[in-house]
């Protein structure tokens, strides 16, 4: 069975330059969770969906970042515009139903200069 | 105060050995309580689920105390694949999960 999949694995971009990040839960499953990893500050949530719908966005740290999720198999997360302090490891997760054990992807190593 | 804090290690232990992890969370009304495995460069994977009255998977057991806020982890005879970071992961409110930093642990031959 396909599990999370994220695209793409790796991505080096220049500051100031818009980096979309792109996920697909698993088949069935009705929350999407996309969390930010850095050895600083460890796993944090940025934002989730429930049925696409976003439930809490507390956790994105500026405007600069923007999340879709437009239908139950697809979700972006994009920065516009990025900066070198948005280098981390981002995760996408998700989980059957509310409360539920989430399935993280393989993430998004994402470096700016 | 964090959510929820775990002791950073590096745990260093030869093969064999008993290791044991704690957790405590800040959140009285925290609904579950989860074990993530995360091995190096790659993502968190769900160890085992922490249950009130304390569960075991083979060489793992893990308790949760609710009147002192806190989850342990304990493994048994280690084994040198059990390397990764043990990441204890609470639930808020439903989908508010807050995880700790994460614990290493080294198994060494």
């Known amino acids: 069975d396909a599990g999370v999949i994220q695209s793409p694995r790796h991505e080096v971009t220049e500051m100031g330059q818009e980096v979309t990040l792109r996920c697909k839960p698993i088949?069935?499953?009705?929350?999407l969770f996309w969390y930010r990893q850095t050895m600083m500050r460890g796993l944090e949530l940025l934002i989730y969906?429930?049925?696409?719908?976003?439930?809490?966005d507390s956790g994105m740290p500026e405007d600069r970042f923007s999340a879709k999720m437009p239908n139950a198999s697809f979700s972006t997360l994009k920065i516009q515009p990025s900066e070198p302090r948005d280098s981390a490891v981002y995760f996408c997760?998700?989980?059957?139903?509310?409360?539920?054990?989430?399935?993280f992807g393989p993430g998004t190593r994402l470096l700016v200069l | 105060r964090k959510e929820v804090e775990q002791d950073p290690g590096p745990f260093n232990v030869p093969e064999g050995a008993t290791v044991a992890f704690n957790c405590t969370y800040s959140?009285?009304?925290?609904?579950?309580f989860f074990w993530y495995r995360q091995d190096c460069r790659k993502e968190p994977k769900l160890l085992m689920s922490?249950?009130?009255s304390g569960n075991e998977d083979g060489r793992f057991t893990a308790q949760l105390n609710r009147a002192s806020q806190y989850i342990s982890l304990l493994i048994r005879d280690s084994k040198l694949s059990d390397s990764a970071t043990y990441l204890c992961?609470?639930?808020?409110?439903?989908?508010?999960?807050?995880f700790g930093a994460g614990t290493r642990l080294t198994v060494k031959p």
């Open positions: 992961v609470v639930n808020e409110n439903n989908n508010d999960m807050r």
């Open positions: 959140n009285s009304a925290s609904q579950s």
């Open positions: 088949s069935g499953h009705n929350s």
């Open positions: 969906f429930n049925n696409n719908v976003p439930i809490d």
């Open positions: 997760a998700s989980s059957l139903r509310q409360g539920g054990t989430q399935y």
């Open positions: 922490v249950y009130s």
